[in-house]
Nanobody, 120 residues
């Protein structure tokens, strides 16, 4: 069975950084990425990356601050989160797809989520 397991979330202060990881098992995926959801808000696209790692995309709210990458040998995707602020507080979900997530909007599998809280 396909499983996506996130790690790396936690409580940080504004301006701090976190690195999220998502280890996939049970399949190989062309597109992988991250979404987030804050209380009372819709799930929001954060970032995605293609199989080669050469094509990346970011939501406007995180451009210039977050960097997505993947290690296909380990079937893992990462999200380096820099200069975090309170608006980044959310549950972050790993996503995997057989196609391009940004282009199609389709997600085939979801992780359980990891909490990121930015507070002073």
């Amino acid at each position: 069975q396909v499983q996506l397991v996130e790690s790396g979330g936690g409580l940080v202060q504004p301006g701090d950084s976190l690195r999220l990881s998502c280890a996939a098992s049970g399949g190989a995926f062309h597109g992988m990425g991250w979404f987030r959801q804050a209380p009372g808000k819709e799930r929001q696209y954060v970032s995605s990356i293609d199989w080669s790692g050469s094509s990346t995309s970011y939501g406007d709210s995180v451009k210039g601050r977050f960097i997505i990458s993947r290690d296909n040998a380990k079937n893992t995707v990462f999200l380096q989160m820099n200069r975090l602020n309170s608006e980044d507080t959310a549950v972050y979900y790993c996503a995997a797809a057989r196609s391009d997530i940004r282009l199609t909007g389709a997600v085939d599998y979801w992780g359980q989520g990891t909490q990121v809280t930015v507070s002073s």
